[in-house]
Each structure stands twice: as C-alpha cells, then as structure tokens.
C-alpha cells in the first residue's frame, strides 16, 4: 500500500509538469492528456486505499 507520503510526492510532480493554460489546440490537448493521466493515477490510488481523497489529490495536482 502507497502512503500519504507517496500521494503528496506524486500530487507535486502534477502540480510541477501542469501544461499552460493557453487557449491554442496544443495547449489543450496537452492539458487533456494531463487531466486523463491524473485521473488514471487517481483511480488507481482509490483502488489501492478506499480512504483515498481523489478531491484533494486533484486540488494538490493542480498546485492549489
């Protein structure tokens, strides 16, 4: 089982690799391509351990 400790290093890898937010084709396929790996991890994580707060993942993610 992955700690908390393994969620927040990987929520800051997100937060650090976030694609602009550039209204341009490349920059939303980049930003799509990002939301659907977080979101992949996510359920994984969820899977992992049910007390898994996806919300708070994404919001660390998105470097909030």
Known sequence: ???RK??????EAFATTKPETADNVQAREARYQWKLVM???ADVFADDNPRFDRDRFYTACEGK
Not at 6 to 11: E, K, N, S, T
């Open 39 to 41: 979101t992949e991890i």
């Open 6 to 11: 393994d969620y927040v290093a990987i929520a």
């Open 1 to 3: 089982m992955m700690t």
